[in-house]
């Protein structure tokens, strides 16, 4: 079995760093995406196959899509695949935890067995670039004089986009539309058409598309270094600092050591320094949150998002 390069894992909200050695896989890495092509989610897919055929050059990662209902579909499904040790699903976090809370959905939170979350993605509001808002006063002045007409899409129900527009009306006393695609790559062509009047998504859209849409504000807690006019929400008078974070899952049935093995390879992939020029590049926020920390993280977004969703009213029938 090929070994690859030891690694310092600088993980973020890990106690200390330390240096492993990780181990390729001995077979293709079969990814499966529960949003569909074209969004944040297949576009770190992509980042990761890419650093991960540099490392381990015998083996592919093959990424397929069973997209639908805000990506439950998949994630109801995950523990019916191989636990086999090259078998990962993406998931999603606030995601996991609103979604069943809700009770729509045919899996729990306790289903979902995450080992390891990559990255982050910060909240942001947007608009088409032909649209006549081009600020936030005169978003705000809009959203007033058109109350519960101004359309925002976002990807998917009961999902990080979901919360952020609710979390948005709350904030400002405003009532806007919440119109849910499959996913990210879903909404663009209504954004930048002008089917909707705007987004509530998150940075690495805005910046992939900078030419056909404006952002209006984003929820970091400084201004992002490739939107340097575009203001946070904490400079708009409310603490909002929030977004989606994204990681890999397996099926229950997959081995602890396989789970371990995994956890490592993909903190020797976010630790590389590609992958982080890529990140940059794309809007996202790395994170290292492996299995050693996984439990502390879990329990703590648990709480933060059973919070949210209890403000958000959802579960109530």
């Avoid at 994630?75 to 090259?86: A, E, I, K, R, S």
């Avoid at 509001?125 to 959203?143: D, M, T, Y």
């Avoid at 490592?264 to 050693?292: C, H, I, S, Y």
């Amino acid at each position: 079995m090929k070994r690859i390069l030891s690694v310092l894992a600088l993980a973020a909200l890990a106690p200390a760093a330390m240096a492993q050695t990780v181990q390729c896989p001995e077979k293709n890495v079969q990814y499966w995406q529960a949003f569909p092509p074209g969004g944040e989610s297949d576009t770190s897919a992509r980042h990761q196959q890419l650093v991960l055929r540099k490392k381990c050059p015998a083996i592919d990662t093959i990424v397929q899509y069973k997209a639908g209902a805000g990506g439950a579909l998949m994630w109801t499904q995950m523990n019916q695949l191989p636990g086999d040790g090259v078998t990962v699903v993406g998931v999603n976090l606030p995601h996991i935890v609103f979604q069943p809370i809700q009770g729509d959905v045919q899996y729990k939170t306790a289903d979902v067995t995450p080992v390891y979350w990559f990255h982050f993605t910060p909240d942001i509001l947007v608009v088409s670039a032909k649209s006549a808002i081009h600020n936030w006063p005169e978003f705000l002045a809009a959203a007033k004089a058109n109350v519960g007409k101004l359309s925002l899409a976002g990807s998917g129900q009961y999902s990080a986009n979901h919360a952020a527009h609710e979390r948005l009306d709350a904030a400002f006393g405003i009532k806007t539309l919440y119109v849910p695609f499959k996913g990210t790559g879903d909404l663009a062509t209504s954004v930048m058409g002008g089917q909707v009047d705007g987004a509530m998504t998150y940075t690495p859209f805005a910046i992939a598309n900078k030419d056909r849409v404006r952002p209006i504000a984003v929820a970091m807690e400084h201004r992002h270094p490739l939107m340097p006019d575009v203001p946070t929400f904490r400079e708009l008078g409310v603490d909002w600092v929030d977004g989606a974070y994204r990681g890999i899952g397996v099926p229950k049935s997959t081995p602890p050591a396989e789970r371990k093995r995994l956890s490592d390879l993909w903190r020797a992939l976010n630790t590389d320094p590609e992958m982080k020029e890529l990140a940059a590049k794309n809007g996202f926020e790395l994170v290292n949150v492996g299995l050693e920390e996984m439990d502390g993280f879990m329990a703590a977004k648990t709480k933060l998002y059973t919070d949210g969703a209890a403000r958000m009213g959802l579960g109530k029938k």
